[in-house]
């Protein structure tokens, strides 16, 4: 069983290659002429205002954080749906209730405006 | 022919192995790339058409030669790397974009037989690499040191991952109907006709999953990652020539692969819709380009037609309203297996 995963990791392999020797052609047959202001941060024509590593808003972390614990939640359903039918009933009232637990937290998320963006 | 055969047999099995395989990759990367390719030059026609233009004509007879003259293009063109960048994230970026998109393919099955490796969690191998190109979004954008790169890919992360979730649930809901993680299996469960398939009883599910497919990919209506209007190009502002390239190449191979993905899960993969004389005259892998094909141009046609949304209607589309929809639909999957009679549709 584990030979089949040898395609796949030539796979992976060989895609890797063709991005490093895509660049690697592009470097080697393009021109270099840099300058000074061709190689300064873009922004429309202006020199930089300020430097770039600033503050960003803190719901992009709020997504992050979200997003793990909705995604833990799916690992969970993965295995779960699998073996559906060797669980029967019980199984999927089980995870009914597990779920109904998320939910009661996922309207708690909304209640409290984490998934509004304005 | 025999003396080939012996001096093949000769060589060490590890090699043999390493040789075929080494071949059938190419035989599916080729083809692909190909693909990629001409879908670019398709969407550039297609949008033309639309918008009652011609699209490009000049290159070849009727421009099919474009495709290969932008290739020829981009290849000579200079990979300008800013001063401020980090120069080692920045050339390695793309190449994370395009990787997991072409690796995707190593456990798609083109038809009964053909599939590269026939592994058993082939839908959770598809999942983790579709995930993974975020990561070379993230690169990008903090590589290139540049205050529009930086934005667009602090977006275009919140809205893959956002999305992601969406598309994670609508797969529970395919494995509930078809109990494999094998996405052989998967289109096998879909055999007996177009009534089978299941775009049917999982239908949120299927709609769900392709439009967050169309999300995942950055794509119109959904592009705000690279609304020219305020932040240019978003991710890649920064990437000029090849290294632009790969992510364009990468975009289009995910939108291929998302549409593959769609029909494999809820369109029947490779069969036929009806199993009646016409229908089965078109080998299987045929059926399986033309209905990728289809799907493919919905990509295309949306573009033409829908304006971009805002960031907050995304987030809200998203967040507020496909995932309820998923969990409710898992639910209602669930209730129809085990207290109705109409069990079997869903299995």
Not at chain 1, 7 to 36: E, Q, T, Y
Not at chain 2, 131 to 160: D, P
Not at chain 2, 257 to 271: C, K, N, P, R, Y
Request: glycine content about 8%; overall charge negative.
């Amino acid at each position: 069983m584990l030979e089949n995963y040898i395609p796949i990791l030539m796979f992976m392999g060989v895609s890797l290659v063709l991005g490093v020797v895509a660049i690697g052609a592009g470097s080697v047959l393009g021109p270099n002429k840099p300058n000074k202001d061709k190689l300064s941060p873009y922004e429309c024509g202006f020199e930089a205002f300020e430097h770039t590593r600033m503050k960003f808003d803190v719901r992009y972390y709020l997504v992050a954080i979200l997003f793990i614990v909705f995604d833990l939640e799916i690992a969970f359903l993965f295995p779960w749906a699998v073996v559906l039918d060797e669980v029967g009933i019980f199984g999927f009232l089980a995870m009914v209730v597990f779920l109904l637990v998320l939910v009661v937290g996922f309207i708690f998320e909304w209640m409290k405006g984490a998934l509004e963006w304005e | 022919m025999d003396t080939l055969l012996s001096i093949w047999m000769w060589f060490p099995e590890l090699l043999r192995v390493f040789v075929v395989n080494l071949a059938l990759i190419v035989a599916i990367v080729v083809p692909l790339m190909i693909c990629v390719a001409y879908f670019t030059f398709a969407e550039r026609k297609v949008i033309g058409y639309m918008q009652v233009r011609i699209g490009p004509n000049r290159v070849g007879p009727r421009g099919w030669l474009q495709p290969i003259a932008d290739a020829v293009k981009l290849m000579f063109k200079e990979i300008i790397i800013p001063t401020e960048s980090n120069p080692y994230l920045f050339r390695m970026a793309p190449v994370l974009v395009l990787g997991p998109s072409l690796a995707a393919w190593a456990v798609v099955p083109f038809t009964d037989s053909w599939v590269l490796a026939n592994i058993d969690a082939s839908l959770l191998y598809v999942l983790a690499l579709t995930s993974l190109g975020v990561y070379g979004v993230i690169i990008a954008g903090w590589a290139s040191n540049s205050k529009y790169a930086f934005l667009g890919a602090m977006r275009s992360a919140a809205q893959i991952v956002a999305y992601e979730i969406a598309m994670g649930f609508a797969l529970v809901g395919v494995l509930m109907a078809a109990g494999s993680l094998n996405l052989h299996d998967i289109v096998t469960a879909q055999s007996g006709g177009i009534h089978q398939w299941y775009f049917i009883p999982l239908f949120p599910l299927f709609i769900v999953y392709f439009i967050s497919g169309v999300a995942e990919t950055n794509r119109a209506p959904f592009d705000v990652a690279e609304g020219e209007s305020e932040i240019v190009a978003g991710f890649h502002v920064e990437y000029s020539g090849m290294a632009f390239a790969v992510f364009f190449l990468a975009e289009y191979a995910n939108m291929i692969l998302i549409a593959a993905l769609t029909v494999l899960m809820f369109l029947g993969g490779w069969q036929a819709p009806f199993d009646v004389a016409p229908f089965t005259w078109i080998p299987a892998f045929l059926w399986f380009g033309i209905k990728t094909s289809a799907v493919a141009f919905f990509f295309l046609w949306f573009r033409a037609t829908f304006p971009r949304y805002r960031y907050d209607q995304i987030m809200r589309l998203g967040w507020k309203v496909f995932i309820p929809v998923t969990l409710v639909w898992i639910a209602v999957i669930g209730v129809f297996r085990f207290f109705t009679p109409f069990g079997h549709w869903f299995q």
